[in-house]
């Protein structure tokens, strides 16, 4: 099984600054980010568990995105734990690109 905590590390970093940034930091763009970020580890999740045409994750407003990176984040360690040792590598869904994904989203939205 892989072990995820690096992404899972980032993953509820990220989400707890979004859930204590202010009001002002997340209409200036952070919760877009978030959001963004949250819709593409969604649909990498459910790519990875067969899904053809992944679901959009829904926009619930500014105050919940900490969640949704939360969840997305989640579901999708999840869905890299379950494949085999020698699919983890796939460029749509890899570890490491992952939490290389959520550094940067974190990095534009908190600056």
Known sequence: MLDTSPLDAVVERFADRLRAAPQSRLQRG???EGLALARELSA????????ARPRE???AGIFAVGDQ????GRDLAEALRALPADATTAPSGGLDEAVRLVEQAELRAMR
Not at 44 to 51: D, K, T, V, Y
Not at 69 to 72: E, H, K, L, N, T
């Open 30 to 32: 952070a919760a877009a």
């Open 44 to 51: 990498r999740a459910q790519r990875l568990e067969g899904a």
């Open 57 to 59: 994750m829904p926009d």
């Open 69 to 72: 990176v939360a969840v997305a």
